[in-house]
């Protein structure tokens, strides 16, 4: 009576855990009614879901937009490394000479179209009274005017400064994009971990799926095969915002090597020469690590459909040994029996299939 008891009262407890949490719980050789046990797998379910959302969000919309970013930064480098040896105009077919590139300012050598074409706001003189007080006269020049001579005066001792600056002005840019590019890379290493955990887990998942058909209900199961078929896609996202990247180093060095650096002096050449040597130290995205990623998860489905064929196998070997016995020698109430144990071994093909 009292073992009785102690099994109504374990069924009782498992179907109120069951209510509270819409969880199909199954674990070979274990009590599912135990409420620690069932508290520690639902823990690790929460974790796992919360991984996985977390990281496939990343994937799919955060790194992306980060690539995006930083190629069409480089895509504006290229097009200001292309200008290299050459002048510089506008639109209008005005001669400028940039002072930020990565602000994209820049000073005309005509005062009125400065006023009309350069991003910087001119400062306004400032009015001075004469001493009658009754006039004024603006007799401050603005900071245009001031830069445009400072530009001709330097430019007249020295022809070749234009273009050392405007390099340095370019390997300033190069430096900021640098900078950018380590902490995309910094916070790809960071989660490197984490994918290669959600990874293992979620396939882990999905072979003991196929081990076990009647461990989770089709709709669960399929919502596995999904969660991993995700993380697939995000690795591929992830696989293709890599090259993206890697394809803004060849730029650079290309636009840089097929512009008129030749005609430059040999102390801006050098200069130039520490600009594709920057690129160089570009960081690149590891390739291997991606690939790897991907080739894991592949081997993964690879293991989880062998384990499929084999249970497939073992039920044809149970139906094949017992058609093979010596059944027909029994009586019909055996023969009955034997029939139901083909009908469950028929259900377990039917659920691997499925």
Known sequence: MDV????????????????????????????????????????????????????ISMSLMYFPC???????????????????????FTADGHLIYYTNLFNNTFIVSKRDSAMEEADMDP??????????GSQESNCVPSSIQINMENVNSVQSVDPDCTDYFYVKQVILFQKKLISIREKIDALFAQN??????????LVIVSVLASLFPGSMPPVNRAQTILE????????????????????????????????????????TKKILGFFLRMN?????????????????????????FHCAEKLAACNDTLRTTAWCSQWYQCSNHTKRILGFFLRMNQKLIDETNR
């Not at 400062?123 to 009658?132: C, D, F, G, I, R």
């Not at 696989?239 to 650096?261: G, I, K, M, V, Y």
């Open 4 to 55: 009785m008891c102690e099994n109504r009262l374990c069924i009782d407890q498992q179907q109120k855990l069951q209510e509270c949490v819409d969880i199909p719980l199954y674990i070979p050789r274990a009590d599912p009614s135990e409420p620690c046990l069932y508290a520690c797998v639902y823990c690790a379910l929460m974790y796992v879901a919360f991984l996985f959302y977390v990281i």
């Open 66 to 88: 980060c690539a995006y970013i930083v190629k069409c930064y480089t895509d504006v480098l290229a097009d200001f490394a292309s200008r290299i040896g050459g002048q510089h």
């Open 123 to 132: 400062v306004k003189p400032n009015s001075v009274k004469s001493a009658e």
């Open 192 to 201: 490197f971990r984490v994918r290669i955990l959600i990874g293992i887990l």
């Open 228 to 267: 991993v078929l995700a993380l697939l896609v995000g690795y591929m996202v992830m696989f293709h915002c890599a090259e993206t990247l890697a394809a803004c180093n060849d730029t650079l060095r290309t636009t840089a090597w097929c512009s008129q650096w030749y005609q430059c002096s040999n102390h």
């Open 280 to 304: 160089q130290k570009l960081p690149p995205v590891n390739r291997a690590q991606t690939i790897l990623e991907v080739l894991a998860l592949l081997v993964g489905y690879m293991v989880m």
